[in-house]
């Protein structure tokens, strides 16, 4: 059994900079591909960012440039640093960590693919 805790999440200015923080309980090598969804009100969950376990990271295209995913495997913790950020980016951050996948799986970031998911973490972007 695996749990995900994240933190970090709080309000900021529009071009601003954020760090979310998210450590991996329990069977913490069970897990090999942790990532970064975000769901607004009225949209669907999607996925931000996702890094395996030999460290591969993936974006979605809307992150990209802007967004750094990073992990402390002696902390058993990831994180997701945000700079620039927008109005847009404004949303519930959760936190996700699978059953062993392939580095496929992980780069695709379906959430049917995420077993464990952490309470989420408000992030508030203000113009």
């Known amino acids: 059994q695996v749990t995900v805790v994240e933190s970090g999440g709080t309000s900021v200015e529009t071009g601003g900079s954020l760090r979310l923080s998210c450590r991996k309980f329990?069977?913490?090598?069970?897990?090999?591909?942790m990532a970064w969804f975000r769901q607004a009100p009225g949209k669907e969950r999607e996925g931000v960012a996702s890094?395996?376990?030999?460290?591969?990271?993936y974006y979605a295209d809307s992150v990209k440039g802007r967004f750094t995913i990073s992990q402390d495997k002696a902390e058993n913790t990831i994180y997701l640093q945000m700079n620039i950020l927008k109005p847009g980016d404004t949303a519930m951050y959760y936190c996700?960590?699978?059953?062993?996948?392939?580095?496929?799986?992980?780069?695709?970031?379906?959430?049917?693919?995420?077993?464990?998911w952490g309470q989420g973490t408000q992030v508030t972007v203000s113009s």
């Open positions: 890094i395996y376990v030999v460290g591969s990271e």
């Open positions: 996700a960590a699978t059953d062993p996948v392939s580095g496929e799986k992980c780069t695709r970031m379906r959430t049917s693919d995420f077993r464990y």
């Open positions: 329990g069977a913490v090598y069970h897990a090999n591909c």
